[in-house]
């Protein structure tokens, strides 16, 4: 179905923007509709917001805006060109703090992927014979909130629940939060971030007392020694790799990684360690801290509690000891905590190989730890530093209500829910004192049949949990699956009953924040294709469909929740009430949260200063002020490999052009070229000997849970005993076993026992 502007009838289009609460249910399939039968686009918009700094009137001309990158969390800003309201082309933002005039691939091919031909661009339905029929947005709407309603009305509330995303703009996940906790009455709700930044989240929170990752990207550049603990940024995160290559100083770069990855090969030092023993290895680089006193004590006395217990549990991880147990010589880890003890300015950076970990979150407090002994915080160059991993981790962290309430506020506090109640304009009974069940969870409540109906926004589960057999399996059991996405074709889309079709990065607006804690400006500089509706609109039609149209009627727009945001944020360390709007954020060149009015008093003309850091007078989040450190036994590995699965399978980024399960890098000619179009497997060349099979032989990897087929990749990049496979790959998650961090309920993707043989 075709889509046009409403220019033919002013009167229509002023209805449309003019939606809100106080429109019918009956009054609103006329209102989506526009005189000739095609959907009209002014529901997507907000009076005035046809792009950031943009009236409808520049939009028709030629012009340029920046806006933030939506692939992953660096938040690289791009410079769009426009002409007649439409982006014809992008460059990298020479002027933006992040990039600094840079870009990966996927985001010099952010525009193509959204021309595909498997956009989602109207409504469907599954019907009784398994086809997908297209309905118009009213019966889809109708449909959706009967069978929510009709499955809550026979098994409870809470036998619905959703899953969302890290790719949405802040506003959209703020309001799909408050709809469906405070509206709906769907208490359970996860989002794909509990794959990716569970654990940094849960080891930010109970160290620091908040989620406060404290670095800036400036980092990077100021370092004399630069850690990198399961980070591949060379190839994960190019654009902060560029950053470390600006770095002035000769640096010492240490990477703790079993695998000779990119970034390894740059190194000064790789410690190649055996998997998941990197517990043991922090453990014991602190007790050589610690023993030849490089220490920062005025720091650990005034700063810290636990350092007596700190000091006792990892002597018991002597170099020698530990040296066995890791794979790695005693003396290379005397000489890793030698460089780090002896630098001025050392940085620490984490990613998905500690995160994605059964003992994720302990790992990553070995590194906080490290950092707050050694003083190496909140001045330049250092830091603990998780690099999130989509584009707006950040923002479901603090603003999505799945397991922190909204603005990163705790459930179980009652003047938390009373703050929260008042900045919503919310009845505070509607705020729930009890938190969501993680997204494993959720699946197993599926399995139990405690979950009967689910809502997929934006994330693709059925390619990426873990154990994917089995998490297909459930989601056929469900009696109801709603999928909103950009795109019909994903793998969990198949399993949909209704198909909601969604707008794209650069079709809508809204607020990313990034790794360093920056807010930065989505921009609609697209009209999307056929029907399809910002996840905002969807949001909004729901609500009203669902009678919540008068709790919502403030949530006109994504700055106007933008602004609901700002009020809940107040004497939060998250706190953004000093913002004056999209407009500040977007000539500053994004705004690091906090950014408060008391700063906003106190700046010249209420302009940030481009790079600030976090805990910079050595004052914590927790009511002393003081930094908790935090140690905990070493536990087995889960599923050691054995002599009918003897190696183990390490899963991660694949290369700089792929992106998560590849529903957008996929559709980019360009960026199919720039990796193998078949899965593949990296062996070691003594492996691939004693199985007789030569580069580029297909082999079977099987696993407790599922057998594929892959191309062998022979290279010394991996140890004898270990393989690797990018998760990009649709086969890839057959493989892994589903165990999980117990205090993060992060999924452990990087180690499986597997076989491997000629096929």
């Known amino acids: 179905m075709t889509i046009e502007a409403e220019s033919k009838s002013t009167e229509t289009a002023r209805s449309l923007t003019q939606f809100n609460s106080s429109t019918s249910r009956r009054q609103l399939p006329m209102l989506l509709q526009a005189r000739d039968g095609t959907m009209t686009r002014e529901l997507l918009l907000h009076p005035g917001q046809h792009g950031l700094g943009m009236t409808h009137e520049s939009l028709a001309a030629d012009t340029t805006t920046t806006a933030v990158c939506g692939y992953c969390s660096t938040g690289c800003g791009l410079k769009l060109h426009v002409r007649d309201g439409q982006a014809v082309g992008l460059t990298p933002e020479t002027d933006y703090p992040v990039n600094l005039g840079m870009a990966c691939p996927k985001g010099w091919e952010a525009l193509r992927v959204l021309e595909s031909d498997d956009r989602a661009t109207v409504p469907k339905r599954r019907s009784s014979d398994g086809d997908l029929v297209e309905l118009s947005w009213n019966d889809a709407l109708e449909l959706f909130c009967s069978k929510f309603k009709s499955i809550q009305a026979k098994h409870g509330n809470d036998s619905v629940a959703f899953l969302s995303t890290g790719q949405m703009p802040s506003e959209e996940m703020a309001f799909l939060g408050a709809l469906t906790r405070f509206g709906m009455n769907i208490r359970h709700g996860d989002g794909n971030t509990r794959q990716c930044m569970a654990t940094a989240v849960t080891a930010y929170k109970e160290s620091f007392g908040f989620d406060a990752p404290p670095f800036t990207y400036d980092d990077f550049e100021q370092s004399d020694c630069l850690v990198f603990i399961g980070a591949n940024p060379c190839i994960g995160h190019p654009i902060l790799w560029e950053r470390v290559l600006r770095n002035k ?71 020698e000891s530990v040296a066995r147990s890791s794979g790695v010589s005693a003396d290379q880890i005397r000489r890793v905590a030698a460089k780090i003890g002896s630098g001025k300015a050392v940085s620490l950076w984490w990613t998905m190989g500690v995160n994605q970990s059964y003992e994720g979150t302990r790992t990553a407090q070995a590194i906080i730890n490290i950092a707050l002994i050694t003083g190496n915080i909140g001045r330049p160059g250092t830091g603990a530093n998780s690099i999130t991993g989509q584009c707006n981790a950040m923002g479901s962290r603090l603003w999505s209500s799945t397991t922190n309430l909204f603005g990163h506020h705790r459930f179980d506090l009652a003047e938390d829910r009373k703050k929260v109640a008042e900045a919503l304009h919310f009845p505070v009974e509607s705020i729930p004192s009890e938190p969501s069940w993680s997204y494993d969870r959720i699946l197993e409540g599926i399995r139990n049949g405690e979950i009967r109906g689910l809502w997929v926004v934006a994330t693709n589960p059925a390619h990426s949990w873990i154990d994917q057999d089995d998490a297909r399996e459930l989601l056929n059991r469900l009696d109801f699956l709603v999928v909103q996405d950009m795109y019909e074709s994903t793998e969990t889309a198949r399993h949909a009953d209704l198909i909601l079709p969604a707008a794209g990065w650069g079709e809508k607006e809204g607020t990313f924040i990034n790794s360093e804690r920056r807010y930065g400006m989505l921009k609609k500089v697209r009209q999307s294709p056929g029907q399809a509706l910002a996840d905002f609109q969807i949001f909004r039609a729901v609500a009203h469909y669902w009678g919540l149209g008068e709790r919502f009627a403030e949530w006109t727009d994504p700055e106007s929740v933008f602004r609901i945001m700002q009020r809940a944020s107040v004497g939060s360390p998250c706190d953004i009430s000093g913002i004056e ?179």
Request: glycine residues 4%.
């Open 581 to 759: 709007g999209y407009e500040h954020i977007d000539r500053c060149g994004g705004i690091q949260w906090p950014w408060t009015a008391a700063d906003a008093a106190t700046s010249n003309d209420n302009i940030p200063p481009i790079q600030r850091r976090l805990f910079a007078d050595g004052t914590f989040c927790y009511a002393d002020g003081r930094a908790k450190l935090i140690v905990d036994e070493i536990t087995p590995l889960p599923e050691v490999p054995d002599d009918t699965y003897p190696v183990m399978l390490l899963t991660g980024r694949g290369t700089v052009s792929q992106w998560h399960t590849q529903t957008r890098t996929s559709k980019s000619p360009v960026l199919r070229k720039l990796y193998p179009k078949d899965p593949y497997i990296e062996i070691h060349s003594s492996d691939a000997q004693s199985m007789g099979v030569f580069n580029g032989d297909l082999v079977r990897i099987t696993s407790r849970r599922g057998s594929i087929v892959a191309a062998a990749m022979v290279t010394p990049t991996v140890r004898p005993g270990q393989a690797f496979m990018p998760m990009h790959y649709e086969t890839t998650n057959r493989l892994t076993l589903s165990h999980f961090d117990p205090h993060s309920r992060q999924p452990s993707y990087k180690n499986s026992a597997v076989r491997i043989e000629k096929a």
């Open 249 to 319: 100083n000769n640096p010492e770069i240490i990477v703790i990684d079993p695998r000779r990855t990119e970034t390894a090969m740059a190194a000064t030092d790789h410690v190649p360690l055996n998997p998941k023993s990197d517990l043991s290895l922090l453990y014991a680089i602190t007790n050589e801290l610690i023993t030849n006193d490089w220490l920062d004590r005025s720091f650990i006395r005034e700063h810290t509690h636990g350092f007596e217990q700190l000091r006792s549990h990892v002597a018991r991880f002597d170099a």
